[in-house]
């Protein structure tokens, strides 16, 4: 592994670094599909949406690692009949971050999990929280890009119908002319 970071060679770390520089060139493709300009453009137009987003899983984030810690604080006491098996893993709000983080995202990859009933609770509270917290704001995202894509096949139909001629039966006058 040490070498894949560190090479010994210092040459070899200027060649991967333009290695890596290369994967930079799919963006470009991007200007080639509308469907990915037009994602852009509405991401840029949600991004008060997406703000609102980020500070309210922040905010639940922090919520719900203080109430895992607190509900299961069991210590590895197995025999009061609160805690399944082991001891706490929740041992700092900090640590319950991820947990946290992880179970609002719906991942839940099951590395950390509560031992106590009420620890069971706050989990399943904070998985329907996670789902309704990042599902509000999308459709606003949705209609931001079905608001660009309408204004982008509006203007292509207009361009399309004076360049191809359509509209002619209106006639065309020109103030300065003589008769």
Not at 35 to 53: K, M, N
Not at 76 to 90: I, L, R
Not at 102 to 108: D, K, P
Not at 155 to 179: H, L, V
């Amino acid at each position: 592994m040490e070498l894949l970071l560190f090479p010994t060679k210092p040459y070899l770390t200027v060649l991967r670094f333009f290695r890596t520089m290369r994967i930079v060139r799919i963006f470009k493709i991007s200007r080639y599909f509308e469907g990915l300009f037009a994602l852009g453009r509405a991401l840029s137009a949600s991004a008060g949406e997406l703000l609102l987003l980020a500070l309210m899983l922040a905010t639940f984030v922090v919520l719900f690692s203080s109430l895992i810690y607190f509900t299961d604080n069991c210590d590895g006491d197995v025999s009061s009949g609160q805690c399944e098996e082991g001891p706490n893993q929740f041992n700092s709000v900090v640590a319950g971050f991820w947990w946290s983080l992880i179970t609002m995202s719906t991942v839940g990859y099951g590395d950390y999990t509560p031992k106590t009933p009420l620890g069971k609770v706050v989990g399943g509270i904070c998985a329907l929280t996670g789902i309704l917290v990042i599902s509000l704001p999308f459709p606003l995202i949705i209609t931001n890009f079905n608001k660009f894509m309408r204004s982008r096949a509006t203007m292509s139909r207009e361009y399309a119908t004076i360049a191809d001629g359509y509209g002619d039966d209106m006639p065309i006058t020109f103030p300065n002319t003589r008769e």
